[in-house]
C-alpha cells in the first residue's frame, strides 16, 4: 500500500515527477508511516524518467579555437557580450 501511495504523489500527471521533498509534503498532507521517508527515497531513485531528465553538469574539456578559414565569408561566428555599461 505504501508504495503505490508513493507512486501515485511522484508520478502526478498534472504537475510532472515531483522530487523526494516534494513527494513527501504531497504525502505528509494526509498520511504517515515509519520509515515514510526512506520509502519515498528508494522509489524516487529508481525513477528513470527522473534521471533521464535531471542530467549532471559535465566536464567538457578546454575551449578549441575555430579552424582558420582559407577564403572570406566562408565561416561566420559572432560573439554576444551582455551587460556592458551604456
Not at 4 to 12: D, E, F, P, Q
Not at 20 to 42: A, G, P
Not at 71 to 83: A, C, N, T, Y
Request: hydrophobic share 40%; glycine share 4%.
Amino acid at each position: 500500500m505504501h508504495k503505490l501511495l508513493v507512486k501515485k504523489a511522484h508520478y502526478s500527471r498534472l504537475m510532472g515527477h515531483f522530487r523526494i521533498t516534494r513527494t513527501l509534503e504531497v504525502l505528509y498532507k494526509n498520511f504517515y508511516w515509519f520509515n515514510m521517508k526512506r520509502d519515498v527515497q528508494r522509489i524516487c531513485d529508481k525513477c528513470i524518467s527522473c534521471k533521464q531528465a535531471k542530467y549532471k553538469l559535465m566536464y567538457h574539456g578546454l575551449y578549441a579555437p575555430l579552424p582558420i578559414p582559407n577564403k572570406p565569408w566562408v565561416d561566420i561566428s559572432m560573439d554576444f557580450i551582455l551587460g556592458l555599461p551604456r
